[in-house]
């Protein structure tokens, strides 16, 4: 198998890469098609929390969506219904219905969610800081220091220099060899 990283050759049984360190196994993992082991999300959960923050501003916008547009229909009322307010009127009121509706169903998802959190034993916010604290990013400034646990990696020398230090050990060996059979 070649590193990604760097690009050797190294065996297929290596979980890291010998010259640089890089994790093999999930280079493996990719190419058999396997998942990689992370955090496995929670679909039920993902589909309650949007509909959570998702409802809140709809409500919100409802709410004073419905409030102006009850302003703007008690004017003409006061100003005593008159005929060219006719089309002003019915813009309001049909604001006033629209802005109803996206108020209920805001308020509605947002209970509805909120409620069902709750059976869960959790709550919004408690999710929220339970994801940044296993973001486990560093605050903005800080910069974490990484730390090896092995030696730093040396350059391999090149063909020429490899075969010269190779013939110079054979040498060695075998002269080491030739004295221990004449001290025989």
């Given amino acids: 198998m070649f590193c990604p990283g760097c690009g050797s050759e190294n065996q297929d049984d290596l979980k ?12 493996a993992d990719a190419l058999e098609g ?17 509909d959570y923050y998702r409802s809140r501003p709809m ?5 004073a969506g419905s409030a102006l547009s009850l302003f703007k229909l008690a004017g003409v009322f006061l100003l005593g219904f008159p005929e060219k307010m006719v089309p002003i009127a019915i813009l309001a009121l049909g604001f006033f219905f629209l802005s109803l509706y996206a108020f209920i169903w805001g308020l509605i998802r947002w209970n509805n969610s909120s409620s069902e959190l709750k059976a869960l034993g959790t709550s919004a916010s408690e999710l929220r800081n339970s994801i940044a604290a296993k973001s486990s990013s ?10 090896y646990s092995t030696d730093p990696i040396k350059t391999l020398p090149s063909v020429t220099e490899q075969t010269t230090r190779e013939l110079d050990r054979q040498t060695v060996v075998r002269e080491s060899n030739e004295r221990k059979g004449a001290s025989d």
């Fill in 16 to 27: 890291f890469c010998t010259r640089c360190g890089t994790n093999l196994g999930v280079v």
């Fill in 34 to 50: 396997k998942h990689p082991s992370g955090i496995e999300r929670d679909e039920r959960m993902v589909h309650l929390l949007k």
């Fill in 59 to 63: 409500t919100l916008l409802g709410a």
């Fill in 138 to 147: 560093p605050p903005r400034g800080e910069v974490k220091a990484m730390k």
